[in-house]
Structures are given as C-alpha cells and as structure tokens.
T-cell receptor, first 114, second 112 residues
C-alpha cells in the first residue's frame, strides 16, 4: 500500500483565498484524522471520522474550517477564507479499529497564507 | 488541556550515548504510544505500550509506563546520528474516544 497520501505538499496563498487540502487514507482503514502542527501549539487534532462520519470536530478552530469525507478513500479539509494565522502543516492520518490503534500519517501539507 | 507534557523539550547527545525522554499525562489511558517525526516529514509510529504493561522493548527502544504516576519514558540505547528527530508520546483522552492526543514532543539531536 502507498500509505496515506496528501496533496498538495506545499501551498502558498493570499489571505482571503479558499484552500482545499486532500487526503487519501490507507485502504481498509476506518478512522481518519486531521491534525494541524505549529511551533506554538504543537499537534492539534482538528476533526476525526469513523466510517466516513465526523465523530468529533471540537478541534476545528472556527467556521472558516470545514472537513468532509464523501467516501472511504477520500477526505478534504477546506479553509475559507484563509488567514495568515492558518499557516501550519496539516496532517492527515488513518487507522484501523480506532481506540488504541496506531495512526499512519501522511507527509503533510505545508500551508503558508500571506 | 489534555495534552501530554514531555521533557526535556530538547536533548543533544553524542553518538553512542543513551537518550531518555519522558512523558506525563493527566487522564486514564488504555495505552500509550510513541511516535517519531523527522524534519519535514509525517509522524511514524514506534511502539505501543498497554496500560497493564510496565515495560516494552523494540530493538534499541525501551518504553516504560507507570500508570500510578501517569508517566512514561522512552529510552533509545546506543544512539546514532540517524536517530535525530522529534519524538512524541500520544494517548487517548478520557471517555475512551478515538481521539489521540499528542504531547509537545522532545527534539533529539545526536551528534556524530
């Protein structure tokens, strides 16, 4: 398996623009997680899905952020409109079985909002 | 905050020395995991220790868990320059949810 695939790897955009980050989890995994990593706040869980259903989105910063998982092999994280403070590395991870299972991470999408 | 706390934040050692990183948490847990992150890369799972285990080994890695003190340690023996990375502990928060919470990490530099 190719592992968790994220795109784009790097995104530079201007404040106010819409940003869409994409993730393809490992086939057969039933949990998908979106994390954000910054120097100041470390790794923050934004939202996670189980069997394509959002379970906990309490980490989503505000209404500008939304995430979808239309099927078991694809998820998106959208920021609209983007702001400079959204600059971070966004990671997608997947796992099988949820509670206690190891997470498999993608290589991340580095977002810079000017 | 439910985040774990790790210390030290940064550690610099010579190749061949041992490196010890510590993690403390506040909730009850089912297991605790350790991950490694090379610069600019995603996190990679290293080892998982269950709440009923006290010690676990994997190659040059040794993990201990003390649930009474709510703490864990990761020991890397005979370190190599290639071990240079950030190391994170992670655990599930209270309520037995699928939510995996990460510590702030320890940045390890191993000098050749």
């Amino acid at each position: 398996d190719a592992g968790v695939i994220q795109s784009p790897r790097h995104e530079v955009t201007e404040m106010g623009q819409e940003v869409t980050l994409r993730c393809k989890p490992i086939s057969g995994h039933d949990y998908l997680f979106w994390y954000r990593q910054t120097m100041m706040r470390g790794l923050e869980l934004l939202i996670y899905f189980n069997n394509n259903v959002p379970i906990d989105d309490s980490g989503m910063p505000e209404d500008r952020f939304s995430a979808k998982m239309p099927n078991a092999s694809f998820s998106t994280l959208k920021i609209q409109p983007s702001e400079p403070r959204d600059s971070a590395v966004y990671f997608c991870a997947s796992s099988f079985g949820g509670h206690g299972g190891e997470l498999f991470f993608g290589e991340g999408s580095r977002l810079t909002v000017l | 905050s439910q985040q774990g706390e790790e210390d030290p934040q940064a550690l610099s050692i010579q190749e061949g020395e041992n490196a010890t990183m510590n993690c403390s948490y506040k909730t009850s847990i089912n297991n605790l995991q350790w991950y490694r992150q090379n610069s600019g890369r995603g996190l990679v799972h290293l080892i998982l220790i269950r709440s009923n285990e006290r010690e676990k080994h994997s190659g040059r890695l040794r993990v201990t868990l003390d649930t009474s003190k709510k703490s864990s340690s990761l020991l890397i023996t005979a370190s190599r320059a290639a071990d240079t990375a950030s190391y994170f502990c992670a655990f599930h928060g209270s309520g037995n949810t699928g939510k995996l919470i990460f510590g702030q990490g320890t940045t390890l530099q191993v000098k050749p």
